[in-house]
């Protein structure tokens, strides 16, 4: 997709607001000539081969979320990743296949070519005021700027995208002796540059804990998340009051086996409000 | 449907080995004059209203486990809730949308007439041997024939399709005072009548445990899962292995508000393998 042939897009901020934040860039879709979506890779969002898993669940949020069908915020975004995404253009066809009266359920597909390379599911609702509670304890940690910053990885562009501040569980040095390890991270994290938080940036971020097998065994393994659920807790408004501040995140495994493991992390504003839980399955080898 | 114009169903017992069990009848297919299958609700797991989700669940993982192009075992499963479900006959979709060498990707709906009920997407895999670890402990409960059967709930003819044995957090008596209570369930379970264990009864067990909005509130609140995501941790083998014993589930939720709550659960065999955690996001009311 050349630059000059994009289409408006309501993720993108408007005339006046400066450059796009690279996000933005990377989650753009301009409408194609049939029905679908076209957008591509971004290479500030790359893995250490195609791209980084979170920007493109965000992608496949947002093509939902530009739709002029869309009703509500999200609610639940499950997202499989089904083959490799080579650097470049794909094709997203996102489709509402059933609306409620409070709310709707969203089919999305990314091709490139012949290929799904991606699919997901998303269920949006408009929120109403009930009663509430949050049954688990904000950890509370020391404030974002007590901790320092930690180095992005040699080699995974989209880690430059991230201020990450781990309390525990950082990235283990790999030229260190494999061990047993603790696999459980808890860090605070925002965008770089910051951006005020959206269901987009959030849902990038519900994937940007590492594959617990590195903390776990101390090595790195080749790794590959499967498929992503992220429950959102808040509505729009909500999560606009967070600004560009840094969220909580945890994230720990419950088992590794057969070559798949699962991970689980809770996503906290500042002010201990859970903004979302996220639950994923990763392919490991060996 | 009707019985006599059913075809052949791998999940149907063959000849000679007695009468079906009712969540084999329940999960049932039998192909169209199209590429569909088509099925039926079924009065033994029916819900208040419709049919029980498990069952749903159940029957949508079925339509890709018979499918003569499955890869693999089941890993993930996630399956989204978009409306009622009438009673009678319903017709299930399911492709295989991206096969990979040790991979497969589905996509599965059910329709009735031109309404979407439920989506799916499921991952299968070959399962290898690799290096395994199980992060939780197996919470190690007295024997299943120490605690006393709880009673099938009054109208919940699905609750009657098992055997449930409370070591925790059963379900509240709603005609005591509401109270803030305890949300957190753990529980021996089985099919009844007794049935060896497989994916499509273990996919309806995750969602065996009762929305934790009755338990945390102690009062009975309209509620319903809308999407569920469930990972199996063994293959078919491991699984087999359990035979028709009970297996230990807990259950507990993370969030309540704005008009919905997660709940995630964890399977457990009596010799204290995980098979399975599931995820739930459920709609209430008030």
Known sequence: MNESTKGPNPAQPGPGSGEAHPLDVAIRLAADDGSGLLGHTSPAYGNMIGPFGGVIASTLL???????????????????????????????????VRTNRSTQHWWIELAQGDAVCATATAVFARRRH??????????????AAQIERAKALPRVEWTRRYEMRFLAGSMPDFSQPERDADHTSA???????????????????????????????????????????TY?????????????????????????????FDQTAEVWSADGTLLANSHQIVYYKE
Chains 1, 2 share one sequence.
């Open 62 to 96: 947002n093509a939902a979320l530009i739709d002029a069908a869309r009703l509500g915020d999200p609610v639940a975004l499950t997202v499989n990743f089904a083959g490799p995404i080579a650097d470049g253009q794909f094709r997203v066809d996102a489709r509402a």
């Open 130 to 143: 009930t009663w509430a509670s949050t049954e688990i304890g904000f950890p509370d940690p020391p404030h």
């Open 187 to 229: 860090l605070w994290l925002r965008d770089d540059p910051p951006r005020a938080l959206d269901f987009v940036s959030l849902a990038a971020i519900c994937d940007a804990f590492f594959p617990r097998i590195f903390l776990r065994r101390s090595k790195w393994t080749p790794a590959g998340t499967v498929s992503l659920t």
């Open 232 to 260: 959102f807790h808040v509505d729009a408004q909500t999560l606009a009051a967070n600004g560009s501040e840094s969220v909580f995140g945890t994230a720990r495994a419950q088992h590794f086996g057969r070559g798949f």
